[in-house]
């Protein structure tokens, strides 16, 4: 018995299943080679724009993503699969993790405008969610912060933009705020002259903005100098550190007290 097809067969079911699957193949491939183009395009234009690299390639991989997928509809649909059951069962999928996600979706866009609008950027010492310290590194959910302990702290994005963010690296300059108290009875103008002249033999203090040397308070236990001198921000710390224990020693060769908080209670003896 000869084997043979029957050409009628051929024409019916399978030259067009061919054409099918060919045409299928083709746009699969295409479709693949133009969605790498306009990705690159994509990157490329995001760069020129100053945009960060590690959000660009976060957009360019969904667009990558989205791109691919409309391929494979395309080319399912020319098979003559029905594709809008599958539509709609991606886009409940997509509901759902959506849904699931909703924080880490938070924290997304919270770190898209972290990183284009650089409130802070590496190497920034900042305080915010409740912590401070030298930003290391700034990802699409979440930062990596170092503390000044040497601990690193890592703080979903929506937690920072959430909330108010103080960038003390921001600014080139900051001023130092420090208030030493002495005794009614020492001499007021001979502890400010002391403190000047400390800040005049300290080259880090800048010129302009001038210091600022001042009585502040008349305190219950004490009289109040406040003291402002302006510093680069980097020598923020140790000027602060260095002029309290100059301050202290200077006062204590001169003569001049630090009083703590005291209370004087005088008692009267009634005449019985």
């Known amino acids: 018995m000869q084997d043979f097809i029957d050409p009628s067969l051929v024409d019916l079911y399978v030259l067009p299943w061919a054409i099918r699957l060919a045409m299928a193949l083709v746009i699969f491939i295409v479709g693949r080679m133009v969605v790498r183009v306009i990705c690159s395009v994509a990157r490329k234009a995001m760069l020129k724009s100053n945009l960060d690299s590690m959000l660009a390639d976060f957009l360019v991989t969904i667009l990558n993503t989205l791109l691919l997928l409309v391929v494979v509809i395309a080319a399912l649909n020319q098979l003559g699969v029905d594709t809008t059951s599958m539509i709609a069962l991606i886009g409940a999928a997509g ?51 170092k503390t000044t302990d040497n601990k690193q702290v890592i703080v979903p994005n929506g937690a920072i933009y959430g909330g108010t963010i103080t960038n003390f690296s921001a600014k080139e300059t900051r001023r130092v705020d420090l208030v030493f108290g002495i005794g009614y009875g020492d001499d007021l103008l001979k502890a400010k002259q002391i403190i000047e002249q400390i800040i005049s033999e300290d080259s880090r203090i800048l010129a302009d903005p001038a210091p600022a040397v001042v009585l502040g308070e008349l305190a219950d236990s004490s009289v109040n100098i406040n003291v402002r001198p302006w510093v680069k921000s980097d020598d923020y710390w140790p000027v602060r550190a260095d002029m309290l224990e100059r301050v202290k020693l200077a006062f204590d060769d001169q003569g001049v007290s630090i009083p703590y908080p005291q209370m004087d209670v005088h008692l009267n003896k009634s005449a019985d």
């Open 95 to 145: 509901l759902a993790v959506g849904l699931a996600l909703q924080g880490t979706l938070a924290n997304f866009a919270a770190g898209v405008m972290l990183i284009v609008f650089r409130p802070f950027v590496n190497g920034n010492f900042i305080e915010a969610a409740g912590c401070s310290g030298v930003v290391e590194k700034i990802t699409i959910f979440s930062t990596f912060i």
